[in-house]
């Protein structure tokens, strides 16, 4: 393989290694293709193909730096695992061959680096193996084993690049795999690592002390139990912060602490960091002491949470999570909940602080997952026929009671404007729901809102989650599923950086897809619960629900875009929006009349003039109102005077109005939830291209099989609420009403009026009268649309042709006429 064609193979490479985790048949399928590409041994005489094979592999490793090496780790596993019980092992052999060349590649690179020309590209590529080594020893250490003294002088690396950090941090990371499976080594050689450790400690910066404390901790732990060289170290860090802290009390106003933040910063973070490998109450510590360690420890940290500068509080906390990886039980005390959940809940607080805690509880999670997996290994070593459960019970237990502490506060970070701490909330769920901390219905809801989140990777994790849950506990997402939606409006409410702008159910991309499509194809799938969802969301827009406009807006939205599969379920919605408009609609209508009739004889007690007058209006009103309800009026309507016969209906009205507008708005409000469901059924019959007759026919009891066709979806039809929107955007609720506006709200109440009366397009049997009815109905709803309702599409079948006369929800009789 020539040079130019590497970058294109590790490209390929890279592509084919993420779907590790695919369908059994794409697994299979990477996991041979990459044994036969790296783990098949080589030739020993066949340099240059060895050489070619550990470029691939490194020039892979380095072009997912970015994102993560887990597929590494899986493919390993897998192949590993594949041939345990087999008397010939070729994967483990050509790891054995790797790990060997990478080491001598890493000589290589060592001495070439002197090479200015070249410097960039060896750094770079001597980090990659460095990296690789690791990989392979978090999953094998002991092929590293003979090689740790090779790898222990890069400790000494003198640091100037990014690359020079990565090639500590990782021998460090390697050093503490391998030291402790070494038999023997020499006294010399881990003094000198010992040393070296505590030299970058006292030197760089966090990445680099967190994992040199983390190495030293192996080493000091397993193997030299060198305790009193950590304990000088532990008291030179807790001594000046014991100091700081005195000085600080003394008097809060002494720059002091400002002269010397850099050396708190550390001491906080490295204190810390020492507390979590390291026991000190143990007794080959502090000796006889009676002093509790970890109290003072954690009474000197909290201190400097309560701090004015938010970066001393960020270190303080940091300090305080490694802490707690130690001692869990800390995390009970009363000032660290309140501490915990005072951030967490505070939604002024400070978002770097949010993330911390979140983190903190992230990384006790991820440590005490790893520490239960440890002790399942080593207890199936030991005794197979004991119960493993039993040992793991008092840790998972421990967790459990701490994640319950917390978990409120954990799930209702997700209703943040910051994606990132949106993103550590989802963390934490995740790994607790994975270890079996929680009951898992009570995440529901929330799993549920964040698969509306803007960022792909986020929703998909979210929607992972719902999936395992459902494969576990069926009914699970269905029971909350009403909750999630509601919730999932509340995410996008916190989401939504511009308020003025009325919050959207579905995605503003190419697809406009729902943005709970995800739940709706979970649940589509039961009939029995599809339909309930679908009645629930439903009964929402009925005017005794009380449903902020807004909401019923974004779940309208929804309805519209869902993923559809079967002519069913857009017919089952119409039908039950028929339902809901013949009872919503008269109880809107009867609730405006009573209110204007109530308003006005309590409001003023007019003379026996104006008693008449306003009999004659109550009367040309409820005139107007059996007129309206007569077909010879209705033919009228289509005459030249229909607009002033209009404009005097609307004109008796206005006469009755009370003076409060109350009413006005109540019924203004209210009406946007009918307003809705008549947009809705529009849209979804526009979209399927259903006729009239087709809806009317449509009965809920009939077999599935009926209307088990595949949708034909109409492309180009878009949801689109104009009133719905004007209402919300002018935030008329809290407006001012002026004439104009009074006048659009009663020409919108006559239209519903009008709408009611002729609701069902079959209700007279003549044939005229049927006509006379239906173009009623259709110029209501056009009128309530805003003139603007979309041409219905051409009807299915030739049945439904006959119908003709009846489609097009408005428009097409308004034409015809």
């Avoid at 576990?472 to 909750?483: D, E, N």
């Amino acid at each position: 393989i020539e040079q130019p064609t590497f970058p294109k193979i590790t490209e390929m490479c890279v592509k084919m290694i993420r779907r590790v985790n695919d369908e059994e048949g794409i697994k299979k399928l990477v996991n041979e293709t990459f044994q036969k590409l790296w783990f098949t041994p080589t030739p020993h005489h066949d340099k240059e193909a060895m050489t070619r094979k550990i470029l691939n592999i490194t020039d892979v490793v380095a072009a997912c730096r970015d994102t993560g090496y887990d597929w590494f780790e899986q493919l390993l596993q897998n192949l590993l695992k594949s041939e345990e019980d087999a008397s010939y092992k070729p994967v483990k052999k050509a790891c054995t061959q790797l790990v060997d060349n990478l080491v001598e590649h890493i000589l290589k690179y060592e001495e070439s680096l002197s090479d200015s020309d070249n410097k960039g590209v060896n750094s770079g590529r001597l980090v990659a193996c460095i990296t690789t080594l690791f990989l392979f020893s978090k999953i094998r250490p002991q092929l590293m084993v003979k090689h740790a003294m090779t790898m222990q002088p890069y400790l000494t690396t003198k640091c100037s690049t990014q690359n020079d950090f990565m090639v500590i941090c990782n021998v460090a990371k390697i050093l503490e795999l391998v030291v402790p499976l070494m038999e023997h080594p020499s006294e010399t050689f881990l003094a000198t690592i010992e040393e070296d450790l505590m030299k970058l400690i006292i030197k760089y910066g966090m990445t680099v002390v967190q994992h040199c404390v983390s190495c030293l901790g192996a080493v000091v732990n397993k193997v030299t139990q060198n305790y009193k060289f950590v304990w000088a170290c532990f008291n030179r860090y807790y001594g000046a912060l014991s100091k700081l802290k005195s000085q600080h009390q003394e008097d809060p106003n002494s720059t002091i602490l400002t002269a010397n933040k850099p050396a708190l910063l550390r001491s906080l973070f490295t204190v810390g960091a020492l507390c979590r490998h390291f026991d000190f109450d143990q007794e080959d510590f502090k000796g006889n002491s009676k002093v509790n360690i970890k109290d003072k420890v954690l009474e000197l940290l909290m201190y400097f949470t309560k701090h004015s500068d938010e970066e001393v509080q960020t270190k303080a906390i940091i300090g305080l999570g490694f802490a707690f990886i130690q001692h869990p039980s800390l995390m009970f005390e009363q000032e660290v909940k309140a501490l915990y959940n005072s951030i967490l809940s505070d939604k002024n607080c400070s978002v770097n602080l949010k993330i911390q805690v979140l983190k903190n509880l992230q990384t006790y999670l991820q440590e005490e997952d790893t520490r239960m997996q440890q002790a399942d290994r080593d207890w199936k070593k030991v005794a197979k026929q004991e119960d493993l459960k039993e040992m793991g019970d008092i840790s998972s237990g421990m967790s459990s009671s701490i994640m319950q502490l917390y978990l409120k506060q954990v799930l209702e970070a997700f209703f943040h404007t910051q994606s990132s701490v949106r993103h550590f909330a989802l963390n934490v769920i995740a790994l607790t729901l994975n270890q079996g901390l929680i009951h898992p219905v009570q995440c529901v809801p929330y799993l549920i809102a964040m698969g509306t989140d803007p960022e792909p990777s986020m929703r998909n994790k979210a929607d992972q989650q719902l999936v395992e849950i459902d494969k576990k506990y069926a009914g699970f997402i269905h029971m909350k599923a009403v909750a999630g939606m509601k919730m999932s409006y509340q995410v996008q409410q916190a989401i939504n950086t511009c308020p003025k702008d009325p919050v959207r159910g579905f995605r503003h991309d190419e697809s406009s897809s729902a943005l709970c499509s995800h739940l709706y194809s979970m649940i589509r799938g039961n009939r029995q619960h599809r339909r309930a969802f679908l009645i629930s969301l439903l009964n929402l827009f009925d005017d005794t629900a009380k449903t902020e406009v807004n909401m019923l807006l974004y779940i309208a939205d929804n309805l519209a875009c869902f993923p559809y599969q079967t002519q069913e379920e857009p017919l089952f919605i119409m039908h039950h929006i028929d339902i809901t408009l013949s009872v919503s609609g008269s109880n809107l209508l009867q609730s405006f009349k009573e209110s204007m009739v109530k308003d006005r004889k309590k409001e003023r007690k007019p003379s026996s003039d104006e008693e008449t007058g306003s009999d004659s209006n109550s009367g040309s009103e409820s005139e107007s109102e059996e007129e309206a309800s007569k077909p010879r009026r209705l033919r009228k309507r289509v005459d030249s005077d229909s607009d002033s016969d209009e404009e005097n209906d609307i004109n008796a009205v206005m006469k009755c109005l009370p003076e409060n507008s109350a009413p006005l708005i109540e019924f203004a409000n209210v009406s946007q939830g009918i307003l809705l469901l008549l947009m809705l059924k529009q849209h979804l019959k526009n979209l399927c291209g259903f006729s009239d007759s087709k809806i009317q026919k449509y009965s809920p009891s009939e077999s599935a099989k009926v209307y088990d066709k595949a949708i034909n979806r109409k492309t180009g039809v878009h949801f689109h609420p104009k009133q719905t929107l004007d209402f919300l955007r002018s935030d008329m609720a809290n407006s001012r009403i002026t004439e104009e506006v009074k006048r659009s709200i009663v020409k919108q109440y006559l239209d519903f009026k009008l709408l009611m009366e002729h609701l069902d397009p079959d209700e007279e049997e003549e044939d005229g009268e049927v006509s006379a009815s239906t173009n009623a109905r259709n110029k209501a709803i056009t009128s309530l649309l805003g003139g603007g309702s979309p041409k219905n599409n051409a009807a299915e079948t030739e049945d439904d042709e006959s119908d003709g006369e009846d489609r097009g929800g408005g428009t097409s009789g308004v034409r015809r006429r």
